[in-house]
């Protein structure tokens, strides 16, 4: 089997199937399509397969022409018919892995994309989950769900996994070149899936010794993050109270060139990993007893600055004599991060929503996002903004540091600012500007 497959590999035979096709699977299923491999994205809501096999681009990490191009050319085609599993070499798991209503993990769209791959398996097939989830999960539940084909893992099947690092909005690092980290269960699973990765990235592919040692690995990527945030936050908390700006430090801090990293405070976590990925380390931490305090605590830092935040705001309209409950509110940027038009798991939705409920009219604008849909419900924004539309609010706060923002416009209209991006330090005028 190993021979076999290093052979197609290398002839550009292999099929290649991916499970998902969002922020993760489509640009995964187009590098694939785009390294001569005849890829099947397989993905159940039948809107983004319809949209695939027009050759319709909606994830901004993917460019238009070159998914038209490869779907012309029958390099890609996407299904929602799972049956089409028999027809690959290589299949990658793209799926979301997100908490559920008590903040636990929600691995049912893997438990459910497993079995349905279960159904149509064939020997000779390369299995990689690439969704974050907790450490043990290729080789707890991903292996005996394959297994009940008949199939015995590392005999009939290779069963590795290679956690996504996709960062949206990231100019210079994309799918084809950011590095790879592959762990599989045996040396000869790894090796060729390995391979397959090298056959299609220009990134370097590296080798660890297990799926565990890959899957932890991810989360401690994102959990550093979250770590070293909760630390920017709480000192930005800290700084307020003591009258120092805390931009000011972190710009100073980082002229030391060695043994600092600067991070950055904010309204709050968002996107797809750093928010979440924490969560299912310390869930499945417990099993051992273990309790992971720093982690925990980073995370109750990051999860109260939405409220922080509105605390702030009301601080503000308090100076300029004016009550939160009543004024009017706008709010910059619905998205996670700048110039991207993901909204997934948003702290600004967060604040939209405790605005709400302390009686602000509160109304967002963001040039990336027209609307969000939360709990249910659709949340339309403002059509656009200009002189006459930003001084009839109260407070402007910003969100999200797009770089398609008038900054300049808004400091000369706007009764009061709140910048939790650090948006405008670039503006000079700074009379009615507030940073987090």
């Not at 060695?258 to 380390?281: K, T």
Request: hydrophobic letters at 40%; glycine letters at 8%; aromatic letters at 8%.
């Amino acid at each position: 089997m190993k021979a076999t497959l290093l052979k197609k590999i290398k002839e550009r035979t292999i099929t290649v199937g991916v499970v998902g096709l969002g922020y993760v699977g489509l640009p995964l299923a187009v590098e694939k399509a785009k390294a001569g491999f005849k890829t099947i994205g397989f993905d159940v809501q039948k809107e983004k397969v319809d949209l695939v096999n027009a050759g319709i681009n909606y994830i901004g990490d993917v460019v238009d022409d070159e998914l038209k191009k490869i779907v012309e050319e029958g390099m890609l085609k996407a299904t929602t018919d799972f049956s089409f599993v028999k027809d690959v070499d290589f299949i990658a798991i793209c799926v979301p892995t997100p908490l559920d209503a008590h903040q636990m993990p929600d691995i049912s769209y893997v438990k459910s994309s497993t079995e349905e791959i279960a159904k149509y398996l064939t020997k000779g097939t390369m299995v990689v989950l690439e969704s974050t989830t907790y450490p043990g999960t290729t080789e707890e539940l991903l292996k005996p769900i394959l297994e009940s084909s008949g199939l015995k893992c590392g005999e009939d099947f290779y069963l590795g996994f290679s956690p996504e690092r996709v960062d949206p909005g990231n100019k210079q690092f994309k799918t084809k070149n950011t590095p790879k980290v592959v762990g599989a269960i045996g040396d000869d699973a790894r090796e060729v899936i390995a391979a397959m990765y090298r056959a299609v990235l220009e990134g370097d592919v590296h080798e660890v010794s297990s799926p565990a040692v890959a899957e932890m690995e991810k989360i401690l990527e994102n959990t550093y993050r979250n770590i070293n945030i909760g630390l920017a936050n709480e000192m930005a908390i800290l700084c307020n109270k003591m009258g120092i700006d805390y931009w000011e430090v972190v710009d100073a801090a980082k002229t030391k060139p060695y043994g600092f990293q600067a991070f950055y405070p904010g309204p709050g976590l968002g996107g797809h990993c750093i928010p979440l990925d924490p969560y299912y380390l310390s869930w499945k931490a417990r099993e051992y007893g273990f309790h992971t305090s720093m982690i925990e605590s980073s995370m109750m830092v990051n999860d109260r600055m939405p409220e922080y935040c509105v605390e702030r705001s009301m601080a503000i309209l308090n100076r300029h004599k004016k009550a939160l409950n009543g004024s009017k509110i706008l709010v910059l940027g619905v998205a996670y991060k700048n110039d991207i038009d993901d909204y997934r798991e948003s702290p600004a939705i967060r604040v939209i929503e405790k605005l709400k409920e302390a009686g602000a009219e509160t109304d967002f604008y963001d040039p990336w996002i027209a609307e969000y849909k939360d709990k249910g419900q659709i949340f339309k924004g403002i059509d656009g903004i200009d002189e006459s539309v930003i001084s009839e609010y109260d407070l402007v706060v910003i969100t999200a540091a797009h770089t398609n923002i008038d900054y300049n416009m808004i400091q000369k209209n706007a009764q009061a600012i709140f910048d939790t991006r650090n948006a405008m330090k670039d503006i000079e005028a700074r009379n009615n500007i507030e940073v987090l």
